[in-house]
């Protein structure tokens, strides 16, 4: 019963430490309960209890997945909750897997070993059965500015590796482990180090070569009349008022959240017509979200007007939302949930677009697709000068959803080096600049705009941006090999004649028969004794040889 205390603690501390409970401190000391509950026992309840203790934090991180899919998906709240739960047992078995590698703990090795592993399932994780790197025990750090800038070389992978160093260090001071000195001192180096290097990149000058003005108006529709055909030109008059109220302030760019266009875009309809109209008042440029579609496919979009309300180009989503967006296994899944049929895909998009500006270019990421590091990264690689991403996360209500959301951005500015603009259909909406600070912000559920001046970079790419995933492709491999210590090979014991016969032995040598073997047929030819038995010792003698040659008297 301890034991599973512990593991639950342990998942509690995680949670509590993610944003926006963002109790920051805690992500320090998450698991040092869960290997305490590890102690004595075997690998089959090491497993289950990080099972337990991920699935314990998962339920605290995605407790939001409920409301998405009860108050805004149409699914009954019976079948919501246990949807939410699956999630986190799914998302659980990644501390189970941690769990395997129990047996390292004591090992000096352990304080490379254990956080290599940790970084490579979470590595896994950013890609498997879709990918869903979210809550990663580094973003609970996004506000430790100075700690997260090592993230242009490393990735957010660099700092849940630190943290499990910590983990593991004060786990061994706590239970007096021989390696808890070198455990020590390795995190102050490590520690040290990355501060050092975070401070200095803070106070260092980042080359632009001009700015851009950019105006975010996040119109709050709410998500229950978003779609309401009634209510389309209710929502384009609010997003037309609130650029006008951007106009005087002189933006370049103004930017509407995903899907603000409360139909299909193709700009012959009178609605259309009206968003068109919006651009040519303002005399900019205007990046907006909206549905599309060509023949059978519909695509969600960001489309670029230039200042004559001209569409000058369009990104369709590429990393779809699975359950949101597309049903993965639909044939398999309908006939059991049978709302699935309800839900149609939309189609993933074919490649990034950078959108060209005369002062620079941008990329968009729409909605989920910031969470993952490697579009981005393809952005700049692509010739991309700032970033924009646009989102609708009324959704998530009231929760912690947007903000665990908004702290992906934070992530991704500090990897790349690079500006981004958020805009939000109900918050967060804001600008964050290359060092992960957020310059504006806007509130939850609040019409509002935000207007501030990007910055056009020209400093080169970081190592990360051309690198990528370097540092966790290193731990995974690291991580492969402390999974293979924890499960040594079972080597048969061959002993020497003399020294008994193991008890383990498959075919161990049969008795002496009580009674005086059938006489040999060749040995009555030899002119031997037929009443002498004859055996064969089935185990080499020291020198190698069988013990065939010696009857056994």
Not at 68 to 76: L, P
Not at 291 to 316: C, F, Q, W
Request: with cysteine; net charge positive.
């Amino acid at each position: 019963m301890t034991s599973l205390l512990w593991s639950c603690l342990s998942g509690v501390l995680y949670a509590l430490s993610q944003p926006r409970w963002g109790l920051w401190p805690f992500g320090w000391m998450a698991f040092v309960p869960l290997f305490s509950a590890w102690e004595g026992k075997g690998r089959k309840e090491t497993f289950l209890l990080g099972w337990l203790s991920g699935t314990v934090a998962f339920v605290g991180v995605t407790y939001w997945v409920v409301v998405a899919v009860h108050r805004y998906g149409g699914i009954s709240l019976p079948l919501a909750v246990p949807i939410m739960v699956l999630l986190a047992l799914y998302l659980g078995l990644y501390f189970g897997i941690f769990g395997l590698a129990a047996p390292l703990l004591r090992k000096g090795y352990s304080l490379i070993l254990l956080p290599a592993l940790w970084v490579g399932l979470e590595f896994l994780r950013s890609f498997l059965l879709s990918g869903f790197p979210w809550g990663l025990l580094a973003h609970s750090q996004w506000s430790n500015l100075p700690l997260i800038q090592v993230c242009d070389l490393t990735g957010a992978y660099g700092i849940s590796f630190l943290m499990m160093v910590v983990n593991v260090t004060l786990y061994l001071i706590l239970s007096g482990g021989r390696w808890r000195w070198l455990g020590t001192v390795l995190s102050l180096l490590l520690l040290g180090g990355v501060l050092l290097y975070g401070y200095g990149r803070l106070k260092e000058p980042f080359p632009i070569r001009g700015r851009v003005p950019v105006g975010i108006a996040q119109g709050n529709i709410p998500q229950d009349m978003k779609w309401q055909e009634s209510l389309q030109e209710e929502t384009v008059r609010i997003y037309r008022e609130l650029s006008s109220d951007l106009i005087p302030l002189g933006p370049r760019l103004l930017i509407w959240p995903e899907t603000a266009f409360p139909s299909f875009f193709d700009g012959k309809g009178p609605l259309d017509r009206e968003v068109m109209k919006v651009p040519r008042s303002a005399g900019a440029y205007l990046l907006f979200g909206s549905l599309t579609r060509e023949g059978e496919r519909v695509y969600n979009s960001a489309i670029l007007l230039g200042p004559s309300g001209k569409i000058r180009a369009r990104y369709d989503k590429l990393h779809l939302v699975p359950f949101g967006e597309f049903v993965p296994l639909r044939k398999l899944l309908a006939p059991v949930f049978g709302v699935l049929n309800e839900f149609g895909d939309i189609t993933p998009g074919r490649e990034m677009v950078v959108f060209s500006l005369p002062e620079g270019k941008f990329a968009v990421l729409i909605c989920f697709e910031v969470i993952f590091p490697e579009l981005s990264r393809k952005a700049l690689l692509g010739g991309a000068d700032f970033m924009v991403t646009i989102t609708n996360d009324a959704w998530f209500g009231r929760t912690s959803a947007p903000y665990q959301h908004l702290v992906q951005v934070v992530f991704r500015a500090v990897e790349n080096r690079v500006w981004f603009a958020r805009a939000a259909n109900t918050g967060v909406s804001a600008f964050i600049d290359p060092w992960g600070r957020i310059l504006k912000a806007s509130d939850l559920f609040r019409r509002e705009v935000l207007f501030d001046e990007v910055g056009i970079r020209e400093a080169p790419l970081t190592f990360y941006t051309k690198r990528g995933d370097l540092f966790a492709e290193g731990c995974t491999l690291l991580g492969v090999i402390a999974l293979a210590l924890s499960f040594p090979p079972a080597l048969p014991r061959i002993p020497l004649p003399g020294r008994g016969r193991p008890s383990s032995l498959k075919h161990p040598v049969p008795p002496e028969p009580s009674h005086p073997p059938d006489p040999d047929p060749l040995r009555l030819l030899e002119g031997g004794n037929p009443q002498i038995p004859h055996r064969i010792h089935p185990f080499p003698d020291e020198e190698g040889r069988g013990d065939h040659q010696n009857p056994v008297p």
